[in-house]
């Protein structure tokens, strides 16, 4: 569903709708949902309201000063850091209702976190901070000199003025992070060829470690995926920012 149109979201609103489950920036396309918009239509009908934050960790979006109800972090990305864990977070308010529910159902499951994962989002979380002050900052300057790239058809990060939803983001983001994508002027071909070329930016599937990632979405998705097949997604690490934008500008040829 169009999320970014908040007529599209009222439109869909049913009178059993009890969750409405959302992303911004989304996964692949970077498109910005207003967040505050969304909850009060959303708590209008009587439907609570789910934040995907993983992108932009607490750090960058708080979702749940904008309305949200409830909160989800794969914390194996930007939390961990370190692409050497798998885990995972949900926030509510405290009281909340659904609170008790959750934890005796997380206890019953045993949907526990083992205790050297949890040692290791702990440590990734002391760094969590300053780690995301850098993702943004190399993350801005590889978006603008991608967008100068003449191979380049689009380039998908909400900190560029030119991004359909930048306004929206930068009254609910501190700043943009690390993930972007871009979709090349030659199709698929070009697509795959980039991504073969890449020698600093690694071919990998996950996003939020130390090292700089790049993949190409629908043929991680498979056959069905919606995802453009010239695109390409970016997690841009913590790398001096001229060796991601050389490696990046030797690869597009
Ligand atoms: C990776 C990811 C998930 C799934 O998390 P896992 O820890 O891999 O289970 C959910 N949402 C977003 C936005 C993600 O990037």
Redesign the pocket.
């Known amino acids: 569903m169009n999320m970014q149109d908040s007529a599209v979201v009222t439109a869909a609103l049913r009178p059993n709708t009890g969750l409405v489950w959302l992303?911004s920036p989304s996964?692949p396309l970077m498109k910005v949902v207003d967040i505050a918009e969304v909850a009060r239509k959303a708590h209008a009908a009587g439907a609570m309201v789910l934040v995907?934050n993983?992108?932009c960790t607490p750090v960058l979006q708080r979702p749940l000063d904008l309305g949200a109800d409830i909160v989800?972090h794969?914390?194996?990305?930007y939390f961990g850091g370190h692409s050497d864990v798998?885990?995972?977070a949900l926030i509510l308010r405290k009281h909340h209702e659904l609170h008790e529910e959750l934890d005796r159902t997380r206890r019953i499951m045993g949907a526990v976190a083992s205790p050297f994962n949890s040692w290791l989002v702990l440590r990734g979380i002391r760094s969590l901070p300053c780690r995301m002050e850098r993702h943004s900052a190399n993350g801005l300057a590889l978006a603008n000199a991608l967008a100068a790239n003449p191979a380049i058809r689009d380039v998908y990060y909400p900190g560029l003025t030119s991004h359909a939803g930048h306004a929206i983001a930068k009254r609910q983001m501190k700043s943009f992070g690390g993930m972007m994508s871009i979709r090349m002027k030659g199709g698929r071909d070009a697509a795959l060829q980039a991504a073969s070329r890449v020698k600093l930016f690694l071919n990998a599937t996950?996003?939020g470690g130390v090292e700089s990632l790049i993949e190409h979405r629908a043929s991680s998705e498979g056959p069905g995926s919606t995802t453009p097949d010239d695109l390409l997604r970016l997690s841009v690490g913590l790398e001096h920012p001229d060796d991601l934008i050389a490696d990046l500008m030797q690869a597009l040829g």
């Not at 794969?74 to 990305?77: D, L, V």
């Open positions: 992303e996964n995907d993983t992108f989800l794969s914390t194996t990305k798998q885990s995972g996950s996003l």
